[in-house]
């Protein structure tokens, strides 16, 4: 009895930790009662157990799908907007939080140093095992998964605060002797790249991974997030970025360097190129007219050239969709790590789904939307720009009683079109604006809109037309449920087969898939070799399965702001444009685009007039303001851990 009680203690210890590395106190008594357990080591020696401790390991993976409140990074910035000021999301996004009264949901360090320890347990302890159920090499299979695993959480403290303490054993925290600097810049780095090198040599290739265990990192997965850091460590906020010189350890040391370093893009470039030359993984396509008719590729010179060296003879509407929607292709060709964490499903659906469908079962879906400036980002379907077709393709004002032909068609018809819409069928179904029409596949695949029909379990009408107009069921209402208040939805989960909330089908959230690193690569190799061939080469890839032109040679900015805008719709809400805007040192950009948008993350908000029953809601209006400081780069380190180590553990700038 004594046995088993203490193997639950042990367990809910390593999945359950309420306090942070630093900050001990609460911990002391079960730490140093486990401590005096003379059979303590015991718990470690069965398959059973080992796999129970292995298992908590990922256990402290974020909820990506959760982007109003335990993951607001795709929900903050300046591609979403949380629909009630309670969410953690609207609230990072208004700068309403500082080092004193940091809302739990946001204390990621307290949340990953409680990771990193249960990693540090399970690497240390798991060689114990000796139980005659485990195969040759499992034991060390979990040991090189919970090793990438914690270089992982690292990574996500690196992006979100900058340089972090190095912890790579347990301590005993009794004896008041465990690490409290901050390590510099370069230490990070070349710590997480030699654990996550030593990871890759022993985790298996995607293909040796079994069914049952999909969602396992792979050696590509270890590749992958070695790359993210150093692409991280080459961008132009922490690579010559001469406004931190006086951010220094407590020996005087900056913890960033003091020059650019050129060097440090061309190490990201070959660890991206590493995961290319693997040749394991492919943009994943989907043939055009198989079983069903596609939509024509816009106007262009090229778009009648087959795939791969152009856009032709793909489907690039369903291509795009099924990487994330779920079906048939959950796992598939493109993706190189993704996840499953739990309510993913409903989470990833209730993003998109309106509030006055049959099936909402009462919930608030919308939670975040999409603004105006993610909207305004995408293509128009012959791969310019809004501003290039701005009185021609694309129209600012007003809404549309003649549809496009191509994916807005308006009349009911369900052959040609994968988008439904009904706003040609008398006044009963709403208009369309005509700012939506015309747009390139991605958008349609990503962002839903006023008057976008969903499918529903219903004889008589086998449709629901979303009304996001004030007062509808599925608008702006003056109560406190969340109000999709800028007009447009985020469908880039939803199968166009979801019937429920809930969602039909499985759903998926990439991690890192090949389009990331195809621009992440182009990226790199821009800064250091601008009209290398391989720039356009993977840039055009991600631009053919999307179904537009490729681009022509460009200067070396004219091609980073080409990569820039790229990743902006291919990766939008799966949590890189966040980082990305701080990397790139953008963020505090005061300027506004053509259309009033903020070139960097603060500033004023536009979309639909949500407020509006009338034709007046389809004007571009201002729906809400986003604050951004120079401090907000980084969050801040929580108050109490500093003052507990004053001088030693160094707060961020600013805060």
């Known amino acids: 009895m004594k046995y088993i009680t203490i193997k639950t203690i042990c ?78 999301a609207l609230q990072l996004s208004q700068n309403k939080y500082n080092s004193d009264n940091l809302p739990s949901e946001l204390n990621y360090w307290t949340k990953f140093y ?56 347990t301590v005993d925290y009794a004896t008041g002797n465990y690490p409290t600097k901050r390590a510099t810049l370069q230490e990070c780095v070349d710590f997480l790249v030699a654990d996550l090198d030593k990871a890759a040599m022993t985790l298996p290739n995607q293909a040796e991974i079994l069914s049952s265990d999909l969602g396992r990192p792979s050696k590509a997965v270890a590749m992958a997030t070695k790359a993210r850091i150093l692409l991280w460590a080459a961008s132009p906020l922490v690579n010559g970025n ?23 893009w061309r190490m990201a470039a070959t660890a991206y190129k590493d995961i290319i030359d693997l040749n394991q993984y492919q943009l994943f396509t989907l043939p055009a007219n198989n079983g069903y008719q596609t939509v024509p590729l816009g106007d262009f010179a090229g778009n009648d050239i087959a795939w791969p060296n152009g856009p032709a ?17 959950y796992w598939n060709s493109e993706v190189i790590w993704q996840v499953s964490r739990p309510d993913q499903n409903s989470k990833l659906t209730a993003l998109g789904w309106p509030r006055g469908h049959k099936a909402s079962n009462g919930s608030n879906p919308g939670r975040v939307a999409a603004t105006q400036k993610i909207v305004d980002g995408y293509f128009m379907n012959n791969g310019k720009t809004i501003d290039e077709e701005n009185q021609k393709l694309y129209k600012d004002i007003s809404t549309s009683r003649v549809a496009d032909g191509l994916y807005i068609l308006g009349d009911g018809s369900f052959t040609s079109s994968p988008i439904r819409t009904n706003f040609l069928k008398g006044n009963v179904y709403p208009a369309v604006a005509n700012r939506i029409l ?19 379990d219903d004889k008589t009408d086998p449709y629901y037309y979303v009304d996001y107009r004030a007062e509808t069921a599925d608008g702006y209402i003056e109560t406190d449920r969340p109000s999709v208040r800028t007009g447009y939805t985020i469908v880039k989960y939803i199968n166009d087969g979801d019937m429920r909330i809930e969602g039909s089908f499985e759903k998926q959230y990439p991690v890192y898939r090949l389009a990331e690193i195809y621009l992440s690569y182009a990226e790199a190799l821009n800064e250091i070799e601008p009209g290398h061939p391989d720039i356009l080469k993977y840039l055009n890839q991600v631009r053919y399965r999307g179904g537009l032109p490729g681009y022509l040679q460009g200067s070396k900015d004219e091609v980073r702001k080409w990569i820039k805008q790229e990743r902006q719709v291919e990766l939008a809400f799966e949590g890189k444009r966040y980082f990305d805007m701080r990397r790139w040192k953008d963020a505090e950009n005061v300027q506004r685009d053509a259309w009033g948008n903020p070139l960097g993350v603060g500033g004023l908000v536009y979309g639909m007039n949500y407020k509006a029953t009338g034709i007046s809601f389809y004007d571009r209006t201002v729906v809400d303001g986003y604050s951004f400081k120079k401090k907000n780069y980084f969050f801040p380190l929580p108050y109490v851990e500093v003052s507990n180590h004053w001088g030693e553990l160094i707060q961020n700038p600013g805060w």
Not at 71 to 81: I, L, N, Q
Request: charged share 25%.
């Open 242 to 264: 001469t406004e931190y010189n006086s951010f220094v350890n407590p020996d005087g040391k900056p913890f960033f360097g003091t020059s650019y370093d050129e060097r440090k």
């Open 438 to 456: 015309n747009r390139e596949a991605r958008f349609y695949a990503t962002i839903g809109f006023h008057g976008r029909g969903f499918k529903q």
């Open 313 to 329: 003879n793909i489907d690039p509407y369903r291509s795009f969709k099924a990487l994330f929607s779920g079906g048939d292709d």
């Open 114 to 169: 409680q990771a990193i320890r249960t990693c540090n347990l399970f690497l240390e302890k798991s060689n114990l095992a000796d139980d005659k159920l485990l195969k040759k090499g499992e034991v060390e299979g979990y040991q090189a998964d919970v090793r990438f695993l914690r270089a992982y959480y690292y990574s996500l403290l690196l992006e979100i605060y900058g340089p972090f303490v190095i912890v790579d054993k």
């Open 11 to 88: 367990f809910m210890i390593m999945m359950l930790m309420t306090v942070s590395m630093l900050s001990c106190k609460k911990y002391l008594d079960a730490e140093e009662y486990l401590h005096e357990v003379d059979n303590l080591n015991d718990i470690w020696k069965s398959r059973k157990d080992i796999r129970e401790a292995w298992a908590a390991c990922y256990g402290h993976l974020p909820n990506f799908s959760d982007m109003d409140y335990s993951w607001p990074f795709s929900g903050a910035g300046d591609e979403g907007h949380a629909g009630l000021d309670t969410y953690a």
